[in-house]
């Protein structure tokens, strides 16, 4: 099941028996005082990856400060999930900034051409997050059906 679906079964759903009306309102909207809420340090971005693996969006990697010949070493988690840390390793920021995945790991991803991801990094960590589609549609899953923690 993806986030459409989900949403979709949640606001079809009908516990109550009752016919699903959209709530009425009564006078001039009055305006709640903005809750108090932490800004995230985690910065993100949604890109394609092209045939040779290269990543589209360079805006983390210049956050990162990640030059050109920068040596990374990929981690993939659940075959989903690509963690690039500065290190010695298979993958490497190209002449022109872009990070390039290695087709092993784009192999053992799944990952074509034209695919989104979900670019993640933080202030905090030199770590770049690579997210499939999938895991995003997973992870908005359980929060629209607030299984989400």
């Not at 009425?24 to 092209?50: C, H, K, M, N």
């Amino acid at each position: 099941m993806n986030l459409v679906d989900a949403i979709a079964e949640k606001l079809t759903a009908n516990p109550a028996g009752r016919e699903m009306r959209s709530p009425r309102i009564a006078g001039l909207p009055v305006p709640r005082p903005p809750e108090r809420v932490q800004r995230s340090s985690s910065r993100y971005a949604f890109t394609t990856i092209d045939d040779r693996g290269r990543l589209g969006d360079r805006s983390l990697i210049r956050l990162l400060n990640w030059r050109p010949g920068t040596s990374l070493k990929p981690t993939v988690l659940d075959g989903q999930v690509i963690v690039l840390s500065r290190s010695a390793g298979t993958a490497m920021v190209t002449k022109l900034g872009h990070v390039r995945i290695p087709a092993a790991i784009r192999h053992l991803c799944q990952l074509r051409a034209g695919d989104g991801l979900l670019l993640a990094t933080s202030a905090a960590h030199d770590l770049l997050i690579v997210c499939t589609t999938s895991v995003l549609d997973q992870a908005l899953v359980a929060h629209a059906r607030g299984e989400a923690s």
